[in-house]
């Protein structure tokens, strides 16, 4: 196990909370955390990195809009608009850090930004793992999905429990992880940027983003689509159809696993991600 530091990296106008493990010797993994109320890079992925640290150079800022990253004053309305400036200042991170070339992993809006990466710097992404990725058209708005949407319509510690709970296929086995996460993202929940930033992104009447099949096409990086089976966020079918559109994508589903595929079953996962980086898929 490797430890995490956390600094902060400025990018022109705006500041990266960078979470990261190893040494920029190895190589890069980029890991983009998802959109839920509180979310940052360690709450997401800090088991992952600190396993991996010892093997590559692995990099998970707070998103633009979320965490001790920078809070857009005037954010746009909706999330694809925000992915766009998420993507491009993610660009200028890496630059800022002398990283060539990464590896992306995307967890749920951390698979559209990863997308969102490639098709504007194609030549600088090397493999993508897509995790409970949205990004297909026309997908249902799932009751899971719709409370993490209106969750400042009741933004309790009860509540937040309630939702991530719904992250998972079995609370029973990590309940104790929950508690773990509750606690670290209630002090972000409370803060006015934060509650700001989520506002925008999920403003009524707007929609997430989706990819056209003429995007996925134009994208020829080794990637694989992982989801939970039992996912009751974002639905199975979202990955289903990134696999069978992007050209060179594998899908594995995970079964007895939700939306956090990352945790729940992060043996498999870390399995999944290796073999992917070492060509084995």
């Known amino acids: 196990m490797t430890t995490v530091t956390s600094t902060d990296v400025s990018v022109g106008d705006v500041i990266y909370r960078l979470h990261r493990t190893g040494t920029g010797a190895r190589e890069a993994l980029l890991f983009l955390h998802g959109s839920g109320p509180g979310a940052t890079g360690t709450s997401n992925w800090k088991a992952v990195i600190e396993e991996l640290g010892e093997r590559y150079h692995c990099l998970a800022p707070d998103m633009i809009g979320f965490g001790d990253s920078t809070h857009l004053e005037d954010p746009p309305t909706g999330m694809g608009p925000l992915n766009l400036i998420q993507a491009g200042t993610l660009w200028d991170l890496l630059d800022e850090l002398g990283v060539e070339k990464a590896h992306l992993i995307g967890n749920s809006m951390g698979g559209m930004i990863a997308l969102r990466m490639a098709l504007s710097r194609p030549e600088r992404v090397?493999?993508?793992?897509?995790?409970?990725?949205?990004?297909?058209?026309?997908?249902?708005?799932?009751?899971?999905?719709?409370?993490?949407?209106?969750?400042?319509?009741?933004?309790?510690?009860?509540?937040?429990?309630?939702?991530?709970?719904?992250?998972?296929f079995d609370m029973s086995t990590l309940s104790g992880v929950v508690d773990r996460v509750v606690a670290e993202r209630m002090p972000y929940i409370e803060r006015a940027d934060v509650k700001r930033s989520h506002a925008a992104m999920f403003a009524p009447g707007?929609?997430?983003?989706?990819?056209?099949?003429?995007?996925?096409?134009?994208?020829?990086?080794?990637?694989?689509?992982?989801?939970?089976?039992?996912?009751?966020?974002?639905?199975?079918?979202?990955?289903?159809?990134?696999?069978?559109?992007?050209?060179?994508?594998?899908?594995?589903?995970?079964?007895?696993?939700?939306?956090?595929?990352?945790?729940?079953?992060?043996?498999?996962?870390v399995h999944l991600l290796e073999d992917l980086l070492h060509g084995r898929i």
Request: glycine share 8%; charged share 15%; aromatic share 6%.
């Open 126 to 168: 090397g493999t993508m793992l897509l995790m409970g990725s949205g990004g297909a058209p026309n997908l249902p708005i799932t009751p899971g999905l719709e409370h993490l949407r209106t969750f400042y319509a009741d933004p309790t510690p009860g509540q937040l429990q309630k939702l991530l709970a719904s992250f998972v």
């Open 206 to 269: 707007t929609q997430p983003p989706a990819f056209t099949v003429q995007e996925l096409t134009s994208l020829p990086h080794k990637t694989l689509c992982v989801h939970g089976r039992d996912d009751i966020i974002v639905p199975v079918e979202s990955s289903t159809y990134l696999a069978k559109t992007l050209p060179n994508a594998t899908l594995h589903i995970i079964p007895k696993s939700g939306h956090w595929t990352q945790i729940e079953a992060h043996d498999v996962f």
